[in-house]
């Protein structure tokens, strides 16, 4: 049986949110380690689609400190020059990350949080939860799905459009992913993009850079108290990453409302109209993985936990850090988490400064 090992912090996930957290906490002096269940460092990023591109330049996608490299040759970096920037970056700071190390729960433990896991048990005086939503995939529901003989898959399985080539394929969702994965089938697939509604397409010049400073300008808008309005030309609309122009410019960029039902070959449209498919796509997205936190009694109905700026209203030992903008605006991003990181820590040291020697 390991025995408990002790820390002020524990940090679980280490992805870029975790790694953010590290870096940050390690500038504090306080004593910290980050568990991570992969095997290998850059959290979600190595198992992306083989094409994933980032929707912000390197130099807009960097984490505190260490700028993103330039990708050689130009462009937008994509998921192995993500994935390798992340795993350089851990090593350069030597962020005390131990993996693979699953966590399972989080308990009470009178004045510290128990944090279990597969591989022995840490307390800690604080905990940040970092762990994203890629282990918690959502795809939709729909009536018949259980005869249809083609193939239905969640966007975080895609890996290229060869297995793809020649097929009747659906692409659900009218986000970014949706937007990628739909401008390179359409390539070789016979390809339709369904989409709840007609999706927004923000203008060409604007890209992740642009959204950054939007919500930049949000929070500093809620900070003065004055009402941020809505964001000009939208914050979550799809990025015209070039090969998402391209598939505009030669009309691929239609979309259907989503289909009523499947069949075993197909589906059946609202107009009661068929298709013969072969596959569908799920491009819809993430929930946040926070089942470690159950025992704690934080969940809320929707899975998510009711924070104040990152912290658990219901349990002050617990920050969450990374999982979106209900944990900081822009906060699931690579340029975006490095605030909320910081004001996690920020707190987190001011409330273990409070805290009798004795506990530490
Ligand atoms: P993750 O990268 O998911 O890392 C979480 C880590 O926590 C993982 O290593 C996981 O193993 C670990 N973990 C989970 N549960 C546990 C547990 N119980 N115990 C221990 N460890 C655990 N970002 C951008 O900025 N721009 C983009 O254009 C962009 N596009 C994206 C496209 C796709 C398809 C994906 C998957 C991601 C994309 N991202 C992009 C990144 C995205 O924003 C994610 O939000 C990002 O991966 C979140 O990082 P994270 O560190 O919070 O979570």
């Given at each position: ?50 094409s994933?591109q980032l929707?912000?330049p390197a130099q807009?996608s ?5 700028p993103m490299p330039p990708v050689p040759g130009g462009g937008y970096p994509g998921r192995d020059h993500v994935a390798a920037y992340?795993?350089a ?153 070039p ?118």
């Open positions: 049986m390991p025995e408990t090992q002790s820390r002020q912090v524990v940090v679980i996930g280490g992805g870029q949110s975790g790694l953010a957290v590290g870096y940050i906490l390690r500038r504090t002096g306080l004593d910290f380690e980050i568990l991570d269940a992969n095997e290998r460092p850059g959290g979600a990023w190595p198992s992306a689609w083989d994933l929707f912000s807009w960097s984490l505190p400190g260490w992340l795993a970056y851990e090593e350069r700071y030597q962020l005390p990350v131990r993996r693979p190390v699953r966590v399972e729960a989080v308990e009470r433990a009178g004045d510290r949080l128990l944090v279990r896991t597969d591989a022995g048990s840490w307390t800690a005086l604080a905990v940040v939860s970092a762990t994203g939503g890629a282990n918690r995939t959502f795809l939709p529901e729909y009536p018949g799905a259980e005869g249809f003989r083609g193939r239905q898959l969640h966007s975080s399985s895609y890996r290229s459009p060869q297995e793809f080539v020649g097929q009747r394929v659906l692409v659900g969702g009218g986000g970014n992913s949706g937007a990628q994965i739909l401008a390179e089938l359409s390539l070789v697939a016979e390809v339709t993009w369904m989409t709840p509604q007609a999706p927004t397409f923000l203008p060409d010049e604007v890209d992740g850079r642009v959204l950054f400073e939007r919500a930049t300008e949000r929070v500093r808008a809620q900070q003065e108290g004055r009402d941020p309005g809505p964001p000009r030309g939208g914050l979550g609309n799809i990025v015209m990453v090969p998402v122009r391209e598939a505009r410019d030669r009309g691929a960029l239609r979309s259907v409302r989503p289909f009523l039902r499947f069949e075993p070959d197909g589906v059946v449209w609202r107009d009661g109209s068929r298709s013969l498919v072969d596959a569908v796509i799920w491009c819809t997205g993430f929930r946040p993985a926070l089942a470690h936190l159950a025992p704690l009694g934080v969940l809320e109905p929707d899975g998510r936990v009711v924070v104040r700026g990152g912290r658990s209203v219901r349990e002050p030992r617990l920050w969450l850090v990374g999982y979106g903008d209900w944990t900081g605006l822009a906060s699931a991003t690579l340029a975006g988490v490095t605030r909320a990181a910081r004001s996690a820590v920020q707190e987190i040291g001011d409330t273990l400064a409070a805290t009798p020697p004795a506990n530490a």
